[in-house]
C-alpha cells in the first residue's frame, strides 16, 4: 500500500472524532481511554521529553502554533492514537513491529519521521507507539474502503474515524474542558478556564509533505 502522509492520528484537531468530556473514575490519570488509564505522571513526563527535544532542535512551542497549551495537545494526541488503536483492535487488527517498519520505508526514513512527528507534538519516546496506530487506521480504513491503496484508504477513513469516535474517552478537567462546538471565539481543542488553558487559534493540522 502507497501511502503519502502521516495523517489521522497526527492531526491536532481530528474532524469527526468525538470525545467524551467527562471526570476519570481513577486517582491521579489524566485521561482513561476505553479503560486504559493515562496517568498525570506519564502526561508530565512526556510533556518535559517534549520540550526538551524542541529545545534541541531550535523550536518553540510558539512557533508551532499550537490550538492549546503544550500538556493538552500532547495529551490529545495521545488519547487520539489510543481512540483509532482500540477501534482497529476491535475489528481484530493488529500490527507488528515489521509494519511499523515498513511505514518508516515508506514514509523516508526514521530521521525525517522524527522532525515531523515532533511538529505535531510526539515526544521520541512515543514516535513508534504512534506510528504503529497510523498502520492500524490504514488497516482499518482500507477495510471499509475495500482495499489497502491509498484510495481505497481515503475512501474507508470517514467510517473509521466514527468508530474511533465510539470509543470512550474519560479527561481529567485539570487539564481542561473539551471544546465540543469550536467557534471563531473558542478555536481550540480545549475551552479556557483551567490553569493549562491558554488559548491558540487552531491552524491547519499539520501533516508531513507528500512523497
Excluded: H
Excluded at 517534549?50 to 502554533?65: C, I, M, R, S
Amino acid at each position: 500500500m502507497k501511502s503519502t502522509r502521516v495523517r489521522v492520528i497526527l492531526a491536532v484537531a481530528a474532524a469527526g472524532v468525538a470525545l467524551t468530556a467527562c471526570s476519570p473514575n481513577q486517582a491521579g490519570a489524566a485521561a482513561i481511554v476505553s479503560g486504559e488509564r493515562i496517568s498525570s505522571a506519564e502526561l508530565d513526563r512526556d510533556v518535559r521529553e517534549y520540550e526538551g527535544a524542541l529545545a534541541k532542535v531550535g523550536a518553540t512551542p510558539a512557533q508551532l502554533q499550537f490550538p492549546g497549551s503544550v500538556p493538552q495537545v500532547v495529551l490529545y494526541q495521545m488519547v487520539t492514537a489510543k481512540k483509532f488503536v482500540k477501534a482497529a483492535e476491535r475489528k481484530g487488527l493488529t500490527a507488528t513491529e515489521g509494519e511499523v517498519d515498513q511505514l518508516v520505508a515508506r514514509l523516508g526514513g526514521m530521521q525525517k519521521l522524527e522532525q515531523q512527528l515532533l511538529q505535531v507534538a510526539v515526544p521520541p519516546s512515543r514516535m513508534r507507539e504512534f506510528l504503529r496506530a497510523q498502520v492500524m487506521v490504514e488497516k482499518l480504513a482500507g477495510g471499509y474502503g475495500g482495499g489497502m491503496d491509498q484510495a481505497s484508504v481515503d475512501k474507508g477513513r470517514p467510517q473509521a474515524e466514527k468508530d474511533a469516535a465510539t470509543v470512550k474517552v474519560e479527561w481529567n478537567p485539570r487539564y481542561g474542558q473539551l471544546n465540543t462546538a469550536p467557534s471563531e471565539q473558542q478555536p481550540g481543542l480545549f475551552v479556557a478556564g483551567d490553569r493549562f488553558s491558554t488559548q491558540v487559534k487552531a491552524p491547519a493540522a499539520p501533516v508531513p509533505p507528500q512523497q
